[in-house]
Nanobody
């Protein structure tokens, strides 16, 4: 099974930026994406990108602020998060496939007001 490893989380003030990274342990031709889960809430979709990188999709709550992209090789995916808000605070998970069949361990993002 493909392993996913995230990095880049941390603590940032509202209005700040963070960049999350996710590396898959093997080459993949599948879409990749990001989900998040805040305390007491269900895991929710954030963004996804096709294998080619030409198609992207975002949750309404992050459109215009977050950008998903794929690296080279294509087994890496990034999430650039700008204009962060306290409500973006959550554990962010990298996912492989649609629907996801593999998950990363998660990385904490905390936005202070």
């Amino acid at each position: 099974q493909v392993q996913l490893v995230e990095s880049g989380g941390g603590l940032v003030q509202a209005g700040g930026s963070l960049r999350l990274s996710c590396a898959a342990s093997a080459r993949t031709s599948r879409s990749m994406g990001w989900f998040r889960q805040a305390p007491g809430k269900e895991r929710e979709f954030v963004a996804a990108i096709s294998w080619s990188g030409t198609d992207t999709n975002y949750a309404d709550s992050v459109k215009g602020r977050f950008t998903i992209s794929r690296g080279n090789p294509k087994n890496t995916v990034y999430l650039q998060m700008n204009s962060l808000k306290p409500e973006d605070t959550a554990v962010y998970y990298c996912a492989l496939g649609s629907p996801p069949t593999s998950w990363g361990q998660g990385t904490q993002v905390t936005v202070s007001s």
